[in-house]
């Protein structure tokens, strides 16, 4: 069976298919993709964070061009204009009219007047919101599409936000890196959507740590249980494209399964807290209990194996009626850290916290503004400086991260680390039209039966 367009049924061997370090090409894959490093030493060393601005820069009116018009995308452009002056909303794009126009309506009330030749509708809007006129595209679709997009926005040297997943399979994770690399060739400037590394308080934590502050890391546990996600139920008058994609967040194809749609945050948390270095392999076991459409798992457990015997737990939850954490814990040899705003002792005494501003306080300096809006002025600050930034490295390996756990649960079988990044699976149909999806079924995968 070739897993290329097929979901109804995974095989190890459909993962695995044409699997060889060969198929990676000509591209050069990066150091932190082909090995583990890093020691005590390292660690020690002076660490660079990035700088948290009240605002962007001022400077020549930036242009940007929305493409996904659903709730985060509408956030992201909102963001866009909080994060300095002169910054402008011009075109959108979207496959849904009423998506789009609530969107519009929205970014109405921010003071953007978006005309009607720059409002695209359907499977190609990507192409016209890119040429459109724009300096910087944002990218909110559902991240089936990202790598194409992506792919178009370089190729037209745009500068790019792209929301976290940037895929939901191997071969896509590898387009992102191709063009993240042609980005960079470029000059530039590309930020995703993994939050926390925006965010002050969890900067300032991993400065602390990654200066030695808990030692050499030895552990991690992670864990994100929280309640059911939205699902909207098939109407008679759709066809398999439309229902898949206004209920992307339930099926794999289009969103990747829970862990790397969502998990991914925590994934990529604890992997920067440890130095972005990769694991080795995936043991994971997972299923579904009352998720009530798609395809997808309503749980997974994770355990990532690290080329020096190091191993972190990750395991996360989608289900109503249950209590609800999220935690994110490193382990070291002087102590441990929540990697947000809190380093321990061994004994579990407070060894530093973050020192948060009381609203009477003369000094806000320690005042931790908005994420979502900080990684936009982040790329907008390297836009107006000429001072690239490009992340796209650590997006893909937090990504590849997720999708390794999610096909070890998927199949019984542990995954590892060569054997994702040589896998030539392809998620999702070969076109995207509205009209029927014959090969994508809602079928849950059976770990253990489906090989």
């Known amino acids: 069976m070739d897993f290329n367009t097929k979901q109804s049924t995974r095989t190890r061997r459909d993962f695995f298919k044409n699997s060889a370090l060969g198929v990676i090409g000509t591209v050069s894959v990066p150091a932190f993709l082909t ?93 016209k919101v890119i040429d459109s006129g724009v300096d910087v595209v944002l990218l909110c679709t559902p991240p089936v599409f990202r790598p194409i997009h992506f792919e178009y926005a370089i190729e037209q040297n745009k ?79 759709w066809s398999d494209m439309e229902y898949m994609l206004r209920n992307w967040v ?23 807290f440890m130095g972005d270095k990769h694991p080795v392999r995936a043991e994971a076991t997972g299923g579904r209990q009352r998720r009530v459409t798609g395809d997808m798992y309503d749980h997974f457990s994770v355990e990532y194996l690290y080329e020096n015997g190091l191993r972190t737990h990750c395991t996360s939850r989608q289900m109503a009626g249950c209590d609800n954490q999220n935690i994110i814990m490193v382990y070291g040899t002087k102590g441990y850290t929540n990697c947000n705003n809190a380093i321990y002792h061994p004994d579990g005494s407070i060894a530093w916290q973050y020192p948060y501003p009381k609203p009477e306080d003369t000094d806000q300096s320690m005042t931790v503004p908005d994420p979502y809006v900080q990684e936009l002025i982040r790329l907008i600050t390297a836009i107006r400086t000429n001072q690239p930034i490009n992340d796209v490295e650590q997006q893909v390996q937090s990504t590849l991260m997720a999708i390794m756990g999610r096909e070890s649960a998927y199949t019984g079988k542990f995954v590892t680390w060569d054997e994702v990044m040589a896998s030539t699976m392809k998620l999702g149909p070969d076109s995207f039209q509205f009209g029927p999806v014959p090969d994508i079924k809602e079928v849950i995968p059976v770990a253990g039966k489906s090989y």
């Not at 929305?66 to 963001?79: E, I, M, P, Q």
């Not at 496959?95 to 003071?111: I, N, P, Q, S, Y």
């Not at 749609?261 to 920067?272: A, K, V």
């Open 159 to 237: 500068h790019c936000f792209i929301e976290k997943p940037c895929a939901v399979d191997p071969s896509g994770a590898r387009r992102i890196l191709v063009s993240g690399k042609k980005a960079a060739q470029q000059g530039l400037s590309v930020i995703s959507g993994t939050i926390r590394r925006s965010q002050k308080d969890c900067i300032e934590t991993f400065r602390r740590v990654a200066g030695g502050a808990i030692g050499d890391i030895v552990s991690a546990h992670v864990s994100r249980m929280g309640g059911a996600l939205w699902y909207i139920q098939r109407r008679p008058e």
């Open 250 to 272: 339930n099926f794999c194809w289009t969103s990747g399964d829970l862990i790397v749609e969502q998990f991914i945050h925590e994934i990529d948390q604890m992997s920067w």
């Open 35 to 127: 090995g583990c490093s890093g020691s005590s030493e390292t660690r020690l060393k002076e660490v660079v964070v990035p700088e948290i601005l009240g605002t962007a820069p001022d400077g020549k009116p930036l242009k940007a061009g929305l493409v996904g018009c659903g709730g985060r995308g509408t956030g992201a452009a909102c963001n866009f204009l909080d994060a300095g002056a002169n910054l402008q909303i011009t075109a959108l794009g979207d496959v849904f009219k009423d998506k789009l126009d609530a969107c519009r309506e929205t970014l109405k009330g921010k003071g953007q007047e978006i005309t009607d030749d720059n409002c695209f509708l359907g499977f190609d809007a990507y192409q």
